[in-house]
């Protein structure tokens, strides 16, 4: 398919701002009071979405937020009472781009900012933070695909090919999506001494919201981008920062796709986004909803790790809750890229962390339901590699 046009939209803030995840509820109500004006005019949007049963309400006068907001999420009955609200209001007076959460309200407030990566992760982690106290679910920032009737989670830091290998799945004869950054995992209540059943992970998005340089080694992504939602794509050689001689691409070695008359580049700037229909893609017989956990794959990226390590509960738990990982570009704040920082659990989305909950649950998942927890290190095997390395753990269960 092509197209004369494409939809994107360019952010002022074009990554996260700096954000208070633990604000007092007096300080919230008045910074919420400063961003009332900005939320009085006729251009607000009420929308509520559905996240695997906890209803969030947004409240924008970005017209960006609401659309992308409501194309990502389930949408909830009209009159569903939210469980959680957020308010992403710009032109506040006074206030530089910044994001606030308070635990006691179970509300965050985005000023000045129209990036959706923060706005889509912070309702994330609200929703998380309910089901994890109140429905005994572990919330794991990862991809998840079926191959075979087989489950796989992916849980890795941003920029080490996570979303890359559930489309290795997912484009293979067997395989298909579920979801590329978010599971929800409910544990029954009592757990059982002998479990009997699969652990489900289930995804609470429509849409996958995507770094649009993924396009750069699946270039039949483009047609599917092009007809997709997108965010800050670089739609001028101009301002681009990657060219190579009068008509080359550092990052391809190849020929400028403005030189050869495209109108956009999707892997122009690290941190582009584009929001796809997981349907949209390969159609809807390739789309789940849950999975059967099978299978754990841990990743990382350096030049020294071996290319795969069986590991044991006690190192999976070690591992994800230290969270270490190099910034990748597009994966944080410029000065920080090739820095080493830490993550815990992989999951910066969590708004009221509990490490110990964290742990129980994933020790519950390797012992108790003995899912096998496999580290690859994308950074010494090729995508194909590391792929048949996945389906060769699955296919051995």
Known sequence: MTTETLNTYSTKSRARVNGDKKTPASEFQRLLVM??????GPGVRSLKAN?????IELETNSPHQAEFWANNW?????????????YSAIGVEG????????PELRTALFVNTEYYGQCKSWALGI??????????TLSIHGATALYRGKGVVIVAPTGTGKTTQSFQMFTSEYGKICGDDWAYVRFPNPVPDIPSTPLIARQPEKALYMRSESQKEQEWLRAVFDRSLSENITTSKEDCELTEGAAGCSVTHRRCVFNDGKGWCYYAFGNSRVLVRREGILGPDKVVDEVPINLVVLLRRDDH???EVRLTPDDAISILQRGEYMVLPGAGPKEKWGSTSYEPWYNPYLLEPDSERQAHYFRLMF????????????????IDASHERIVAALEGR
């Open 51 to 55: 996240l695997n049963g906890i209803i």
């Open 35 to 40: 961003a009332r004006p900005a939320l009085s």
């Open 74 to 86: 389930t949408q909830a009955d009209a009159g569903a009472a939210p469980r959680a609200r957020i």
């Open 367 to 382: 012992e108790k339901w003995k899912i096998p927890c496999i580290i690859l290190n994308t950074g010494v095997e090729g």
């Open 127 to 136: 929703a998380a933070a309910i089901l994890e106290r109140e429905s005994n």
């Open 305 to 307: 790790s071996p290319a």
């Open 95 to 102: 206030l530089e781009p910044s994001a606030y959460y308070c």
